[in-house]
């Protein structure tokens, strides 16, 4: 068996209006089409992926998100087909006053890794990235990083 990728994630928000608004501005922009909105729920698909909000449990209302406590998620990244988009990226948060983390900048995550990070209303990390070609991953066997033949 092989997976064929990633069909959703999820993110629960310490403040879902506020995160809501937000997303309502990034996903669409990113090429994520909405396909749910509901009082405790906000869910968009595009680029083969799904990506969704969900209301807190009344008890974890506000509660802040903390990217090193087990069980939470450490960042989202999403990948573009150009170092052009991670800029288009980086310019449209600050236009929204998103909170950038770093970049857009190359990082040594891979060959020609480019990446903008930036955090959403609760502090979660999210991360846009362009990698040429295949990176890392090698999808015919699943091998990663140093033992790919670099041709």
């Known amino acids: 068996m092989e997976i064929n990728g990633v069909a959703h994630t999820f993110i629960t928000a ?23 909105d509901s009082p405790d729920t906000y869910y ?17 209302a506000g509660v802040k ?10 960042h989202q ?11 288009a990226v980086h310019d449209f948060l600050v236009s929204i006053g998103a909170t950038i983390v770093h970049g857009p900048q190359e990082d040594g995550f891979a ?6 990070l930036f955090e959403d209303p609760d502090g979660i990390r999210l991360e846009v990235n362009h990698v040429p070609g ?3 991953f090698d999808t015919a066997t699943g091998r990663v990083g140093a033992d790919l033949d670099p041709r």
């Open 14 to 36: 310490g403040d879902f209006e506020k995160s809501v608004a937000f997303y309502r501005q990034l996903l669409p922009f990113l090429g994520l089409r909405e396909v749910a």
């Open 44 to 60: 968009c698909v595009g680029g083969r992926t799904g990506f969704g909000i969900r209301r807190p449990a009344p008890e974890h």
């Open 65 to 74: 998100y903390a990217q090193f406590r087990p069980g939470s998620l450490h």
């Open 77 to 87: 990244c999403w990948r573009v087909r150009d170092r052009a988009e991670v800029e």
């Open 111 to 116: 060959p020609g890794y480019y990446s903008v």
């Open 134 to 136: 295949r990176g890392l």
